[in-house]
């Protein structure tokens, strides 16, 4: 419903007749008369602002292709046939963000570990940029694999060290094991579309350049 006053509707209404009768005399210059035809754009937020739209990458063929649509548990069956569809994408940065999780641990507060945390980040960006299929599920998907090496690697120490889970508590392990999942799940999935994101940006600049030099 319009917020706008019958006197504010009314001059609208004034200014687009006298603008029509000056185009029809001809006296309105074209950029006038573009500008009095079409409305400016609106803003839009800072993240639209910040993260401009990017269309979907061109020329690549449908992801769930030989998909079976039908069958039951659809939204899982789906995610796990994109991630046998191209495992490298998210199980070699996996494995790479588990590395750069460790050295950001073992050199923490230094130049090395600073290092590490970019390794760590820029491997799931760099699942969502392969992972063109679906770039959030990639990015979780190997965010999970570095978290289930690292648990693997502590809960393996810790027994070589004669300690038990018992010992430490399971009311403090358990939650602080699901915490930590949730924590890199959610770094995951930001890093995958932000690779995704990057990817589709990159391709619509790379396009709009080959137009300009035509």
């Known amino acids: 419903m319009s917020t706008r006053s019958p006197e504010d509707r009314a001059a609208s209404r004034a200014e687009a007749r006298r603008r029509a009768r000056l185009v029809a005399r001809g006296e309105l210059g074209e950029d006038e008369e573009e500008s009095a035809e079409t409305p400016p754009e609106p803003r839009g937020s800072f993240l639209s602002r910040l993260f401009p739209a990017a269309p979907p990458l061109p020329n690549k063929p449908d992801p769930l292709a030989g998909f079976d649509r039908s069958g039951p548990m659809r939204p899982i069956r789906e995610r796990a046939f994109l991630l046998r569809a191209n495992l490298p994408a998210w199980l070699l940065p996996g494995i790479l963000a588990f590395v750069g999780y460790i050295a950001s641990i073992v050199y923490q507060a230094s130049i090395l570990g600073l290092l590490a945390t970019f390794i760590l980040f820029g491997s799931l960006i760099a699942a969502g940029w392969f992972g063109w299929q679906r770039p959030t599920l990639y990015g979780t998907a190997a965010s999970l694999v570095s978290y289930v090496l ?59 350049d080959t137009r300009r030099r035509r």
């Not at 027994?159 to 889970?165: I, T």
């Not at 995951?188 to 940006?201: E, I, T, V």
């Not at 990159?202 to 709009?208: N, S």
């Open 150 to 208: 690292v648990t693997s690697l502590i809960l393996v120490q810790i027994g070589q060290a004669g300690v038990d889970v018992e010992t430490l508590g399971p009311e403090r392990v358990i939650p602080d094991l699901v915490m930590r999942g949730i924590y890199q799940a959610g770094l995951g999935f930001l890093g995958g579309w932000y690779g995704g994101y990057l990817r589709r940006r990159q391709t619509q600049m790379g396009a709009t």
